[in-house]
């Protein structure tokens, strides 16, 4: 999608981190955006900040959901589609990670990573794709860079991640027939009030693992996603060190494992 100004774009997420400054760069563009997430007076305040740094009132809107209710999903999306339009761009960005060793990972954890990260956007597309087929559009998923490589702590989170890579590479070749484009978001580790929450329960070796790929600003992340979505590129890997990480996994596998293991060891070399 070349130009974004006019466009409506619904982003679940928005009301935070990587999906709010997202929602002040496409705002930027001249676009139209309605934020999606769980909590009302968190969006409220994401609005309210977004008008402050200069956005026009009348291209933001809100929308109050818990994306990994299917039923609720679906009817309100239905509803908001009926009252704002069907999205030209729709980011899926809602996400949680609740890092820990595999056997602290309870089922309730992993039941409420996969039900968010990944059913949440099964739940979000099953709303928009048809609609958007009647007029085409542009869908970005959000994976990580532990969507690509299993990171140490994150069996949960990594699942889920890995599966939005293959739900979205799938599409991509389902939807290209009918004039909609589907990306994928992967950012490294980047500075946001999740990234806060996710580091209350991170294993040293995961700090020491990640601590290779260098911590994002949001709004960088941001930029980097409107720059992908222009060149209508299907893998948005924001930094360097995320995109060399992807190739070395694709090429060399092995030095990546191997890197990583020596970055375990060595953490368990300093705490014995
Ligand atoms: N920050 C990082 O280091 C990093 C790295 C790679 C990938 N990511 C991914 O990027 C995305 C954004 O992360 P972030 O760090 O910006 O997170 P964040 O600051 O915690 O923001 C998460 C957003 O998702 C919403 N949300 C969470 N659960 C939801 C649900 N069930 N239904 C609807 N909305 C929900 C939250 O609002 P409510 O709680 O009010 O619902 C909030 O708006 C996530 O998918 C994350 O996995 C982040």
């Known amino acids: 999608m070349k130009k974004i100004n006019s466009k409506l774009v619904f982003i679940t997420g ?6 709010l400054a997202a929602a002040e760069q496409f705002l930027k563009q001249g676009a139209r955006v309605c ?3 769980r909590d009302s007076s968190r969006l409220e305040k994401a609005a309210g ?15 109050s959901l818990d994306v990994s209710d299917n039923p609720k999903t679906l009817a309100t999306l239905s509803e908001l589609m009926k009252t704002l339009g069907v999205p030209d761009i729709m980011l899926t960005c809602a996400g949680i990670a609740r890092p820990d060793y595999f056997e602290n990972t309870d089922y ?5 990573t996969i039900s968010t990260n990944l059913e949440g956007v099964w739940n979000v597309l099953s709303a928009v794709v048809p609609e958007m087929k009647k007029r085409g559009g542009h869908i970005i998923t959000t994976s990580s860079v532990a969507g690509f490589v299993g990171t140490f702590g994150y069996t949960a989170y990594s699942a889920s991640k890995f599966g939005i890579i293959g739900l979205s590479e799938t599409l991509r070749s389902e939807l290209k027939p009918h004039n909609i484009l589907v990306s994928v978001l992967c950012p490294p580790d980047t500075d946001t009030p999740g990234f806060a929450e996710e580091n209350k329960t991170k294993p040293p070796e995961t700090i020491a693992v990640s601590g290779n790929v260098k911590l994002m600003k949001p709004e960088d992340v941001a930029k980097t996603l409107i720059k992908g979505i222009k060149r209508n590129k299907f893998l948005i890997i924001p930094g360097f060190m995320g995109k060399l990480t992807f190739i070395l996994k694709s090429i060399f596998p092995k030095l990546v494992f191997a890197i990583m293991d020596g970055d375990v060891r060595k953490t368990h070399q300093r705490e014995n």
Do not use: Q
């Open 14 to 19: 928005g009301s935070s981190g990587i999906g």
């Open 35 to 37: 934020l999606i997430a």
């Open 49 to 63: 900040e977004l008008k402050l740094s200069g956005a026009a009132e009348n291209r933001i809107a809100v929308c």
């Open 108 to 112: 309730g954890n992993f039941r409420r």
